[in-house]
C-alpha cells in the first residue's frame, strides 16, 4: 500500500522560505506523478505543482509560478517542495500526493499524505 509522509512544514514571516519533503513507500509502478496541492478551510484543495517521475518534468499552479520549485530524488522516492518569497494567503495545510497513471490534476491523484501546516505571518 502506498503511503506518503509530508514533512517540514512551520511557521515563517511574509517574504521568507521553506521546504517540504515528502518521502513515499510501497510504490511499485516504475513511474508515476508526484505532486503538492494545498487547503485552506473552507476552501476547495488547490494543485500546486507536480513532476513526472520517468522525465523529471514539471508543471505549477500560476499562483506558485517563479516562487515554488518541486523537484524530486527517485533513489529515495522523495519529492520536494522549495517555497520562496512566502505571502501570508499562502498559509494553508500543504499536502503531498502520487498518482500512478498521471491523467488528472494534482487534485485528483490517488494516494494522499496527512499534510502539514504552513503558516506565514506578515
Known amino acids: 500500500q502506498v503511503q506518503l509522509v509530508e514533512s517540514g512544514g512551520g511557521s515563517v514571516q511574509a517574504g521568507g522560505s521553506l521546504i517540504l519533503s515528502c518521502v513515499a513507500s510501497g510504490m511499485r509502478a516504475r513511474t508515476y506523478c508526484m505532486g503538492w496541492a494545498r487547503q485552506i478551510p473552507g476552501k476547495e484543495r488547490e494543485g500546486l505543482a507536480r513532476i513526472y517521475s520517468g522525465t523529471g518534468s514539471t508543471l505549477y499552479a500560476d499562483s506558485v509560478k517563479g516562487r515554488f520549485t518541486i523537484s524530486q530524488n527517485n533513489a529515495k522516492n522523495e519529492v520536494y517542495l522549495a517555497m520562496n518569497n512566502l505571502a501570508p494567503e499562502d498559509t494553508a495545510v500543504y499536502y503531498c500526493?502520487?498518482?500512478?497513471?498521471?491523467?488528472?490534476?494534482?487534485?485528483?491523484?490517488?494516494?494522499w499524505g496527512p499534510g502539514t501546516q504552513v503558516t506565514v505571518s506578515s
Open positions: 500526493a502520487l498518482d500512478p497513471g498521471c491523467q488528472t490534476d494534482v487534485p485528483g491523484y490517488a494516494y
